[in-house]
């Protein structure tokens, strides 16, 4: 399920894009002033932010500058301010797209498919090295103390899921669902159980004790390593 950080202080506004997106599968988290959005920014990850500009204790390019400085999550303002000058500010300082209010819910929603798919659909060169492994997505190669290390076609979707998203623990329903992707697919609890064992086997030194991809009973798994973009 896609996760959406909205930074919105119109509560009549939040009501309806809350009931709309969340019947389009999004899981929202509502946020109506500046500090409490970098509250939540530090603590959860997001796939996609929708920014209001005019907050009650500042501003949506203040979040968005925060952001950027963290990471390369979609962002979206939400804005009443159509002119030039506040449209190409925003888009400077980082934003990948703007709407102006009032505006169709449904416009909205194919703006946010449309950035995640441009978001989704850039190949990135950088090699993801934790400890001793190393993953090449450009060429979907995995190596082990610089040994190439075979992957099904599951195995490599699955360690590239942690690995985008390391130190962070995953419900087994974010992974499956990340897993089956938009193809149609289902996976079950134990399948996705065979393909975590299977991965620990490929690049753990003790799977009875892995270092790497860790089980939080109740929870989910996390990468327990840190990753490093080369």
Not at 14 to 39: I, N, P, Q, R, W
Not at 75 to 93: R, S
Not at 192 to 210: F, G, M, S, T
Request: glycine content about 6%.
């Amino acid at each position: 399920m896609t996760r959406l950080l909205l930074l919105e202080d119109d509560v009549s506004l939040v009501f309806g894009l809350e009931f709309s997106l969340k019947a389009e599968k999004y899981e929202v988290t509502h946020v109506g002033l500046v500090e409490d959005c970098k509250e939540v920014i530090d603590q959860e990850e997001f796939d996609i932010a929708l920014l209001d500009v005019t907050l009650p204790d500042g501003s949506g390019y203040e979040i968005c500058k925060y952001i950027r400085e963290k990471s390369d999550m979609p962002i979206i303002f939400l804005t009443a301010m159509d002119d030039e000058v506040n449209v190409v500010l925003g888009l400077d300082i980082g934003a990948d797209d703007y709407i102006t209010k009032p505006f169709r819910v449904r416009e909205l929603i194919s703006r946010i498919r449309a950035v995640l798919r441009r978001k989704g659909s850039q190949p990135s060169d950088a090699i993801l090295r934790s400890g001793d492994i190393a993953l090449d997505p450009g060429r979907a190669v995995l190596r082990k103390q610089g040994v190439d290390i075979q992957l099904t076609a599951q195995e490599y979707k699955l360690l590239l899921i942690f690995l985008t998203q390391p130190e962070t623990i995953l419900s087994r329903d974010e992974i499956l669902d990340k897993l089956a992707s938009d193809k149609g697919e289902f996976f079950g609890d134990n399948t996705l159980a065979v393909y975590i064992r299977r991965l620990r086997e490929k690049i753990e030194e003790d799977i009875a004790q892995p270092s790497y991809i860790v089980t939080h009973r109740g929870m989910g798994y996390s990468w327990n390593r840190h990753v490093v973009r080369e």
